[in-house]
Structure formats: structure tokens, C-alpha cells
């Protein structure tokens, strides 16, 4: 891929550490494999936040939390209180699960004041907030609706899975985002990025970011494949 190399992919890696059983002997390899890679972001949950933020203390790789992780059913008020505690903690960006019922139900405008809500507190705080679709249990219909709602309100990213759904990214989909929420607004792929031929289509199909656990192992491909 023109202009690619190992740091610039690198760069655009949230190295993803999501187990629900994550100790902290976890939160030091992660966050020691990000300062070593270059990563853009650990991306965790929410409660070691502050952990992790210590352990990248004076270093450019940032800590995004989850929230209303990984099932997005939890109330507004409750998602936005989530975002508001995850900045106090130390967190630079967030990631959130949007309301996939009201999605399926056509409740749009539901699913427009959830954003517009979450994305007025990034802002405050001046900091960066993915959208999560989940669109294994969308239709590309719904996918498109839920686009369009994001070319409206403007969150920094907008992003095809948690990772824990039936299904994971597909390069349609990332297809599909990118051609609605325009430059404004970035794609990021998640959910089943593995391998370096995968991480390579999320990018030229318009991916910006790529959420994975296996970023050492692509990266390392990549470099190999360079010489």
C-alpha cells in the first residue's frame, strides 16, 4: 500500500484488551506492547482507566475506554455518566455501543439524541468518541440509516463492532460508512482483524483505525513483508 509503513499502521492500531477477567499484570503487558509499537490507543474497559493511564504516564499512546459495553442497553443518562467518569479517570477517547433495539425498532431519532448527547460530553472534554453499530445484528439498511445520523452529528469515528457480537468487521460495511459519513467523520474497523490481508482491506476499503488484539502479529507481518 503507497506511503504504508510499520509505524504509520502501527499508529493506527487500538491495541484492544477487552477480557473480562483482565488483571493487572494484563494492564502492564498491554500497555508495555503499546509504548513499544507505537500503538494510538490501549482500548480497554472502563475500570482500569486509571491504571493504565499511569503506565502510559508521559508517553503519546492514549487510553480509550468501552462504554455501555459490549451490549449498548444501557439508558442515555447512564452511557453519558460512563463517558463522564472514564474522562475524570484519564481516558482520551471512548468508544460506545449505540442503542442496537432502538435501531432495530426504527427509533432514529432515539438513536440520533443518544450521539448527540455523548458526543456533546466528548466535546466539553475535548477529547475523541467512536460510535459502535454492531452491524452483525444491523441490515445495510440500518447500517446506512445509522450512518447518516453520524454525517449529521459528527462523532470523531464511527465503528463496526465491539468484537463480541456474532459477527465482526466486513469490508462492505466499512465500504458502506465511509461513503456516508464522508472525510468528516473516520471509520473504524473492529471485530475479527487478524491477519495483515484483513487489516490491509479495512484500510482500502476506507478505515482510518483498526481495533484488534493482534496488532504485534500484523505489524510484524507487515515489517517481514517490507524487508
Known amino acids: 500500500m503507497k506511503g ?3 509505524e504509520i499502521l502501527a499508529g493506527m492500531f487500538d491495541h484492544t484488551m477487552l477480557k473480562p477477567d483482565a488483571r493487572y499484570e494484563d494492564c502492564v503487558r498491554v500497555c508495555r506492547e503499546a509504548k513499544e509499537y507505537g500503538f494510538k490507543i490501549v482500548a480497554i474497559n472502563s475500570f482500569p482507566v486509571k491504571t493504565c493511564k499511569e503506565l502510559l504516564r508521559d508517553t503519546p499512546v492514549g487510553v480509550g475506554a468501552a462504554i455501555g459495553f459490549p451490549l449498548g442497553q444501557t439508558t442515555i443518562e447512564v452511557k453519558n455518566f460512563e ?38 460530553t466528548v466535546r466539553r472534554y475535548g477529547k475523541i468518541g467512536k460510535a459502535i453499530f454492531e452491524n452483525c445484528y444491523l441490515t445495510k439498511e440500518e447500517i446506512a440509516r445509522a450512518a447518516e445520523i453520524a454525517a449529521r452529528v459528527k462523532p470523531d469515528f464511527v465503528k463496526t463492532s465491539t468484537g463480541m457480537g456474532t459477527g465482526g468487521a466486513l469490508t462492505e460495511d466499512v465500504r458502506l460508512m465511509k461513503s456516508i459519513v464522508g472525510e468528516e467523520v473516520g471509520v473504524k474497523a473492529a471485530g475479527g482483524i487478524r491477519t495483515l490481508e484483513s487489516c490491509l482491506a479495512m484500510i482500502e476499503a476506507g478505515a482510518s483505525r483498526i481495533g484488534s488484539s493482534s496488532g504485534i502479529a500484523i505489524v510484524e507481518e507487515y515489517r517481514r513483508q517490507q524487508g
Request: charged share 30%; aromatic share 10%.
Open 4 to 6: 504504508l509503513t510499520a
Open 83 to 120: 463517558v463522564e467518569d472514564a474522562f475524570r479517570n484519564g481516558a482520551d477517547e471512548i468508544d460506545y455501543v449505540i442503542n442496537i433495539g432502538q435501531a432495530k425498532d426504527g427509533h432514529w431519532d432515539y438513536i440520533e439524541r443518544e450521539m448527540q448527547t455523548i458526543m456533546e
